[in-house]
């Protein structure tokens, strides 16, 4: 596990974007395993400022979204969806055949639909470099406290922790989703790199049980410890 213990999150985000635009260039079929939420937001700004710029290319990257709530279609506002859209995707060549981010519409065969979502990751061959953020319970994904470390893409119950931190973020606080379709933290750990940042104190205790805590389903990111390529980028 390489940690990089940045000043703050401009940096963090500085930096990541620094690790990710590299791998891009590497490897223009890169795979990329893409998260939402607060913390990548500085990332994004920065990959979209360097393509901007003429100097970073994603017109043969593909990408897989950790996540998505339950219930929310592509066009709520408050949906991973609408995030990548808004925040990224609309403002990169991403090609939009490449991009893959779990269906918060589906409403029966769970299973099957995940199961796909898994044969597709491996069909593209397998994700390349994983951006993640983390809750302050630990999660990574919606992989909340007790989930299987070879856990697999499905449907999760959110903790009351998650809701309480993203219901604000709905007009009407019930409207909160209270499941996801998530990939497992065996899915996380089968990509050949992954990227983890974190700002700010309300991390702090998550981030210190991942890095240097037991390995235990009641911390998920605790699992990236058995991982071979990994950097916690945090401040
Ligand atoms: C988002 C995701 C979540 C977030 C985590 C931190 O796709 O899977 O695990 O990364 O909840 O969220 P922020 O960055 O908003 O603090």
């Known amino acids: ?7 703050d999150y401009e940096e963090i985000s500085r930096e990541a974007a620094h690790i990710v635009a590299g791998a891009v260039r590497s490897n223009s ?7 939402t939420g607060s913390t990548p937001l500085g990332l994004y700004r920065e990959l979209i400022a360097l393509h ?17 709530y339950l ?4 066009s709520h506002p408050q949906s991973f969806h609408f995030f990548m859209q808004n925040n990224f995707f609309s403002q990169v060549n991403f090609p939009p055949g490449n991009v893959h981010i779990p269906d918060g519409t589906i409403s029966r065969d769970y299973d099957a639909y995940c199961a796909r979502y898994e044969q597709c990751i491996k069909a593209a061959g397998g994700i390349d470099l994983q951006i993640l953020g983390i809750g302050r319970n630990g999660h990574v994904g919606f992989n ?10 499905r449907l999760k119950a959110l903790s009351r922790e998650t809701v309480e931190d993203n219901r604000h973020f709905f007009a009407n606080e ?3 989703p209270k ?6 933290i065996g899915t996380i750990l089968d990509s050949r790199r992954v990227l983890l940042l974190a700002s700010g104190r309300s991390k702090a205790a998550a981030v210190a049980k991942a890095i240097e805590g037991p390995i235990t389903s009641s911390v998920s ?8 390529d990994v950097t916690f980028i945090i401040d």
Request: charged content about 15%; overall charge negative.
């Open 179 to 184: 499941c996801a379709i998530t990939m497992g």
């Open 221 to 228: 990111a605790s699992a990236l410890q058995m991982h071979a």
């Open 174 to 176: 019930s409207e909160m």
């Open 29 to 35: 079929k890169i795979v990329l395993g893409l998260a």
């Open 71 to 74: 219930g929310l279609p592509a």
């Open 1 to 7: 596990m390489l940690v990089v213990i940045k000043k």
């Open 52 to 68: 901007s710029a003429g100097d970073l290319d994603f017109s043969q990257a593909t990408s897989f979204n950790l996540d998505e």
């Open 144 to 153: 909340e406290p007790t989930s299987s470390l070879a856990s697999r893409t």
